[in-house]
């Protein structure tokens, strides 16, 4: 098997970035949830000393505020880089699937579909091979040339 390395990881645009937002939805709800406990922690810290104990009141918003913007800030690239890179072992085969099929639709003879080990779909691929085979070793038949018996007449 061929080892060459993609120079794009976003092959698929539209599905690997539907999917990055996902995760990214996914990240954002956790830190909200992740906000509204804390203020529920504030509110009962506030609610167990009471104001006159000293528990300031001012600034606990704000700080919960800046630790879910720290939060979400810090998460989110993480988020889209696990994103992309969790995406690439099937979208880069999708892309693959799709560059080769039209090689042979355009009547290339390409050689057989092959995926990077580690890939997704590798069953795919195989199926791919199988059902397009037919296609990429058909050969052109010969141009009508005297046949042997074609002489003797």
Do not use: W
């Not at 599905?15 to 830190?31: D, E, T």
């Amino acid at each position: 098997m061929q080892a060459h390395r993609r120079r794009f990881r976003i092959v698929r645009p539209t599905l690997q970035l539907r999917l990055v937002l996902v995760f990214a939805g996914i990240s954002a709800l956790s830190l909200l949830l992740q906000y509204t406990l804390f203020v529920r922690f504030a509110v009962e810290l506030v609610a167990e000393n009471g104001a006159a104990e000293g528990v300031p009141l001012d600034g606990i918003g704000m700080e919960l505020i800046q630790i879910f913007l720290i939060s979400f800030f810090a998460m989110l690239p993480l988020t889209i880089i696990v994103g992309i890179l969790a995406t690439h072992t099937f979208a880069g085969p999708i892309y693959r699937f799709e560059v080769y099929l039209k090689q042979v639709i355009a009547g290339e003879k390409p050689a057989d579909c092959k995926l990077r080990e580690g890939d997704d779909l590798q069953s795919l691929c195989k199926l791919i091979n199988e059902a397009t085979e037919p296609l990429r070793r058909r050969e052109e038949a010969p141009k009508s040339s005297p046949q042997p018996h074609d002489l003797a007449a």
